[in-house]
Every structure is written in structure tokens, then in C-alpha cells.
């Protein structure tokens, strides 16, 4: 005999642009793609084939663009929680709603020497993501984040004393480039509902603000012994700085470049402090991870 264990669907890629037109004459654009999963009292359409509890993900979606045109989209904390709230409100066989809301970078262009009314730009890849899921009678979860912040510093970061045995070639290095693309995320402390949602939201654009600063301040300044060591330092600031995230969690893949040994050719030094041509790789890399929490939480390491 089979058993289901566990189920939910919903409506992926769901590309959203809203203009907001200002009294000033200005406009300004949001561009999300966004993500609704939900769970529920769903399993016959599994395992009996009756479909009488399923909420299309057509439906799913139309409600997403009509929410988008009722309700504010910015911050996408508030979006998201609006939407959970909206599924679990609206059908009472929902009992969780998974929503995940994708911001895509905009710019607004500077032109003759000031900011441009109604132009903007993409300059970066750098996404704003947010997670909300609402539970039935338990509130909503929020996960804040920036992915795909791409960064660079040409000195300024250390590796070495690291363990060293058999299988090890790689040397210490006291002076490197340090590369790395951002993905940064800040879970929040539960909120209970939708309407404290509301009565926190001026909280979630400073905070993001909050973390891309100290993120970029923090790799900039320090000089790095490690990526593990500046990580921690990142996260431990954004705690700092945000009274209601529980916990910080960094994850940073290194994009090495290695010098190229021109010695071949005439002798021509390009290695330690001579390098200067060096060789972009793409795999493989090493990848950083960690969770920052506030004292008192359990550990997992």
C-alpha cells in the first residue's frame, strides 16, 4: 500500500510590472517574478483523482496580478504576507501558503546631472528576494534576502595556517584577489498576522538597506583572513542592527583567478608580487556557508 505523504503546487514564474505614478509627475516600477505554493486538504486529487479542492494555478496567478492592483507591492514583505494571507483567508482547505517574491533590479537613470522621471536601468544582477509563508492559527514567516550581488576586491584578503596533510597543494597566500557573489538572508521573528505585518513594515526597507551596507562596507574595510571570518563579521552586524531577525545566513562561492606563470616566455615574471595578469576560472569553487543567530539559540554545527 502507497501513502502520500506530502503535497503542494502552485504557480511558478509569475512575471509582474507595476508602475506607480506620483503627483510630482514621476513614475516609479516594480518588476517581481513571484512564486505561490500551497498545502492543504488537497491529497484526493492524488490519489482519487478529484480535483474539487484544487485552486487552479490559473486561478493562483490571476490573483496574484489583482492583488498587485489593490495592494501595495513594496516592500515584498508586505506583498508576500498579503497574498499568504489572502489564500488562507479565501479558502478554507488551505491551510499553508508558500509565497516567494523575486525584485528585479531597476535604476533609476541620472541624466543631465540629476535623476531622470520615468528612466531607469539594470546595472547588476542583484536580486531582492522574500519568502513568506503563512500557516493556519500560526502566523507568518518571513525570509528576507539579496542574491547575486556580484563583488570584487583586488587585495585586501588572506588565506593561511590552514590544515595541511597528504592530500593538500594549496599554498597560504597573505596577499589575494577576493571574489565572491552575495547571497545573504535574514529570517525574521515570526510575525502573528497579517495586521502586525502592517504595523512592522516601516522595519523591511531599512533593513535591507542595512545589510547590502554592511555587507559591501564589511568586505571592502576588512582585510580579510578568511571568507568564514568575514562572513561571521557581516552577519554579526546585521543582528546588531535589526532588533527582530533571529538569525543571518551567508552563503559565498569564490571566483578564484590564478596567476598565470609566464616564466616560459623569456622569464617574464607574472606570479606573487609581480602578478598581474591573471586567469579567470568557473569551476570549480569553493563554497562558504553559515548561520549567525542570536545567543541563546541552539546551535547546528
Given at each position: 500500500m502507497a501513502s502520500l505523504n506530502y503535497a503542494r503546487y502552485g504557480k511558478d514564474n509569475i512575471r509582474v510590472y507595476k508602475?506607480?505614478?506620483?503627483p510630482d509627475n514621476t513614475q516609479d516600477v516594480t518588476e517581481m517574478t513571484v512564486c505561490t505554493l500551497l498545502e492543504g486538504d488537497i491529497a484526493e486529487s492524488w490519489t482519487k483523482s478529484d480535483n474539487k479542492n484544487i485552486v487552479a494555478t490559473d486561478t493562483?496567478?490571476?490573483?496574484?496580478?489583482?492583488?498587485?492592483?489593490?495592494?501595495?507591492?513594496n516592500p515584498p514583505e508586505l506583498f508576500a504576507s498579503i497574498l499568504a494571507d489572502h489564500f488562507?483567508?479565501?479558502?478554507?482547505?488551505?491551510?499553508?501558503?508558500?509565497?516567494?517574491?523575486?525584485?528585479?533590479?531597476?535604476?533609476?537613470?541620472?541624466?543631465?546631472g540629476k535623476p531622470h522621471p520615468h528612466s531607469f536601468l539594470r546595472d547588476g544582477e542583484e536580486k531582492r528576494v522574500v519568502e513568506a509563508v503563512g500557516r493556519r492559527n500560526q502566523g507568518i514567516?518571513?525570509?528576507?534576502?539579496?542574491?547575486?550581488?556580484?563583488v570584487l576586491k583586488s587585495t585586501g584578503s588572506q588565506f593561511w595556517g590552514f590544515h595541511r596533510d597528504e592530500y593538500t597543494r594549496l599554498p597560504e597566500v597573505w596577499d589575494r584577489i577576493l571574489s565572491t557573489e552575495v547571497e545573504a538572508g535574514?529570517?525574521?521573528?515570526?510575525?502573528?498576522?497579517?495586521?502586525?505585518?502592517?504595523?512592522?513594515?516601516?522595519?523591511?526597507?531599512?533593513?535591507?538597506?542595512?545589510?547590502?551596507k554592511i555587507t559591501l562596507e564589511t568586505f571592502a574595510k576588512e582585510n580579510s583572513p578568511s571568507v568564514q571570518n568575514t562572513m561571521y563579521l557581516m552577519a554579526e552586524?546585521?543582528?546588531?542592527?535589526?532588533p527582530r531577525v533571529e538569525d543571518v545566513e551567508y552563503s559565498l562561492p569564490n571566483k578564484h583567478y590564478f596567476e598565470v606563470d609566464m616564466s616560459w616566455f623569456k622569464g617574464l615574471k607574472n606570479t606573487g608580487e609581480d602578478a598581474e595578469v591573471y586567469a579567470p576560472q568557473s569551476d570549480p569553487n569553493g563554497l562558504i556557508q553559515c548561520t549567525v543567530s542570536r545567543k541563546g539559540a541552539s546551535p547546528k554545527l
Open positions: 508602475v506607480q505614478r506620483n493562483q496567478k490571476q490573483t496574484v496580478y489583482v492583488t498587485a492592483k489593490l495592494h501595495p507591492v488562507l483567508t479565501q479558502y478554507n482547505h488551505i491551510h499553508v501558503a508558500h509565497i516567494t517574491v523575486t525584485v528585479h533590479k531597476w535604476t533609476r537613470m541620472q541624466v543631465d514567516s518571513i525570509r528576507s534576502s539579496i542574491k547575486g550581488l556580484l535574514w529570517n525574521w521573528r515570526r510575525f502573528s498576522g497579517l495586521d502586525e505585518v502592517k504595523k512592522e513594515v516601516a522595519a523591511f526597507e531599512p533593513a535591507a538597506e542595512a545589510a547590502k552586524q546585521i543582528l546588531a542592527a535589526v
